[in-house]
């Protein structure tokens, strides 16, 4: 019997749109977090020291200092080029490029103007590309394909000066034409159609997402609310949806605390302390897969007091001035409308968490590991 003609193939699961998107959004927007955080903690602080009048925000000093701090949030397109092509696998720096092309100063001063520009004949709709994310990852996707075109069809002695050429001409224009308009329409129409939704009931908006933010967390699904909060931030100067995901958080910090007063196992001890503080931080992975989550109990209690605390936050219209997903750090970010009420929302989602895990019985024996291992 002949087999050296067989061919196996191992038939790989097919990813459906969803993932596909939600995959496409965390590997675009991953790499920038940290750093969103560093530049949403600084414009708290900012707005903290002008409040307290510690600074003038006519002063020297502080337009120095938000100058730091802002620079991430204007030129977040640019970082968007990069990260997003990164993942497409299109050339970055010609993504980066098209990125400066809309944030150059002279059309920039024409759109702030809201001046309509000719361009061979069709006009050009002012928008606001500054903080946009929308435009330059619908633009970066088109790159991808017009480079794959040039290098089908261009000579090699000029593919490669010829194909950053012709891509920077073309995605730009169609950047500028459509991509940018239809960014606009698309981001207001998120923006209004969260609004509408919170505004029926804050309280409402806030159980529901308090309770299923962690369990998105668990699929990756909390990243396709990253544009939208930046979004909501750029359009409205704060974001509510961050506020209403601060008390799961910190559940996840106080179901973990909890295990660890509960628990017998040093290593397992160990490991929910780390995992407690690390959620704290604003990091709720390690207490939600290594510790809340295999217990199973815990992770309701988690969704549970984050339903609570939700609602509290969005009962008190807590928002963040800037992005930055919420932790002890981050709080700074978070010193906009209802600030104390959002202290008091995470406080009581960690308070409910660690008092009701503390009180369930838990089979911690077979999932500690042997301390023998």
Not at 246 to 251: K, L, S, V, Y
Request: glycine share 10%; with cysteine; aromatic share 10%.
């Amino acid at each position: 019997m002949k087999v050296e003609n067989q061919v196996i193939s191992v038939e790989q699961p097919r990813k459906n749109i969803v993932n596909i998107i939600i995959d496409g959004i965390s590997g675009i927007f991953l790499p920038l977090v940290n750093i969103l955080s560093a530049a949403g903690i600084m414009k708290g602080l900012l707005a903290a020291a002008v409040a307290l009048d510690l600074l003038n925000n006519r002063e020297g000093t502080y337009q120095v200092l938000n100058a730091m701090a802002d620079s991430l949030f204007y030129y977040l397109p640019v970082l968007l080029a990069f990260t997003s092509a990164k993942k497409f696998g299109a050339n970055p720096f010609t993504a980066v490029v098209i990125a400066g092309v809309l944030l150059h100063p002279s059309l920039s001063t024409l759109f702030g103007d809201d001046q309509a520009i000719n361009f061979f004949g069709l006009s050009i709709t002012p928008v606001t590309y500054p903080a946009s994310a929308i435009p330059i990852i619908m633009a970066t996707g088109l790159l991808l394909y017009i480079e794959r075109f040039c290098f089908k069809v261009l000579p090699e002695v000029i593919r490669g000066f010829f194909t950053p050429l012709f891509s920077i001409i073309m995605v730009s224009s169609v950047t500028l034409l459509v991509f940018g308009p239809m960014g606009m329409i698309a981001g207001d129409a998120l923006a209004k159609g969260y609004g509408f939704v919170y505004n029926l009931s804050p309280v409402g908006a806030g159980m529901a997402l308090g309770g299923a933010i962690q369990v998105m967390v668990i699929f990756g699904l909390h990243w396709s609310l990253v544009p939208l909060a930046i979004n909501n931030i750029a359009l409205n100067g704060s974001d509510t949806i961050l506020a209403l995901m601060g008390p799961a958080a910190f559940a996840q910090a106080g179901a973990a605390l909890a295990v660890f007063f509960k628990a017998k196992d040093k290593k397992f001890k160990t490991l929910a302390l780390s995992a407690s503080i690390s959620a704290l931080f604003g990091v709720t992975e390690p207490a939600m897969f290594g510790v809340n989550l295999p217990l199973r109990k815990p992770m309701v209690v988690v969704c549970c007091a984050g339903a609570v605390g939700g609602g509290m936050a969005g009962f008190f219209h807590s928002a963040a001035i800037s992005f930055a997903f919420p932790g002890l750090a981050t709080l700074p970010a978070y010193l906009g409308d209802g600030f104390s009420g959002f202290l008091i929302a995470c406080s009581t989602g960690l308070v409910i968490s660690f008092v009701a895990t503390l009180s369930l019985k838990l089979a911690l024996a077979p999932a500690e590991p042997s301390v023998n291992e």
